[in-house]
Nanobody, 125 residues
Framework: QVQLVESGGGLVQAGDSLRLSCAAS????????MGWFRQTPGKEREFVAA????????YYADSVKGRFTISKDNAKNTVYLQMNSLKPEDTAVYYC??????????????????WGQGTQVTVFS
């Protein structure tokens, strides 16, 4: 059974940093693109960042560009999201996602086949 398990969320002050991790099990994602999305109550899940299978290429939402960094460790079957200079508007549940076969990053939700349960990030001012 494939599982993606996020960790690293928490309550932080504006300007602080957090590092989210997403550990995959049940199959290897060394040849798969992975991404991070977020969702707040009453809103649709939105794209945050994505990385291709070998970390050679990444893509970010404009709202996080320059502050967040996505990375992938194929040896650990894990994807990370380093979040710096956090803002209250970054408050959301953060989800990691993985493509079954796709090697290149994508921002559309429907191309991802596996999803984690999410981790809460709350940023107060």
């Amino acid at each position: 059974q494939v599982q993606l398990v996020e960790s690293g969320g928490g309550l932080v002050q504006a300007g602080d940093s957090l590092r989210l991790s997403c550990a995959a099990s049940g199959r290897t994602f060394s040849r798969s693109a992975m991404g991070w999305f977020r969702q707040t109550p009453g809103k649709e899940r939105e794209f945050v960042a994505a990385v291709n299978w070998n970390s050679a290429s990444t893509y970010y939402a404009d709202s996080v560009k320059g502050r967040f960094t996505i990375s992938k460790d194929n040896a650990k079957n894990t994807v990370y999201l380093q979040m710096n200079s956090l803002k209250p508007e970054d408050t959301a549940v953060y989800y990691c996602a993985a493509r079954r076969f796709g090697t290149y990053w994508a921002s559309a939700l429907n191309v991802y086949d596996y999803w984690g349960q999410g981790t809460q990030v709350t940023v107060f001012s």
